[in-house]
């Protein structure tokens, strides 16, 4: 897992767990212990943390972006590269991606879940 993290580039795999960990604070915040007046106004909150986990997303995907384009330079540098190692730069460069796709599904489990949860209490 350290390794995985490194290769994906430490900036934004931090900014990443981060964002994973504010997603599940704010979660579990709005649902136990904010007081909120309204369940319109619970489940409004919990939608906000499912945007964060687009967020997310939107981050491993524009890791992944400077990520190919940090590659592509190389290759322009060196002239002929094989395509392994071309194949192995992708490969790196998903790293953020995937981990920001999963951050993104771990966001939307909780929502709907939690929100679950919230409209059941109302009944």
């Known amino acids: 897992m350290k390794d995985l993290f490194f290769m994906g580039g430490p900036l934004f795999m ?3 767990t981060l964002l994973l960990l504010g997603i599940v604070a704010w979660m579990i915040y709005h ?5 909120h007046s309204t369940v319109e106004k619970k489940l409004r ?9 687009l967020y997310a997303l939107i981050t491993g995907i524009l890791g992944q972006l400077i990520g190919f384009y940090d590659a592509f330079s190389a290759i322009e540098k060196m002239g002929s590269v094989s395509p392994a190692m071309v194949f192995a730069g992708i490969k790196v460069s998903m790293i ?11 966001s ?3 929502w709907f879940v939690l929100s679950l949860r919230v409209e059941k209490k109302e009944e």
Do not use: D, F
């Open 96 to 106: 953020t991606t995937l981990y920001g796709m999963i951050i993104y599904i771990i």
């Open 31 to 35: 649902y136990t212990v904010a007081k």
């Open 14 to 16: 931090s900014v990443l």
């Open 45 to 53: 909150y919990l939608k906000y943390g499912k945007s964060i986990g």
């Open 108 to 110: 939307l489990i909780l």
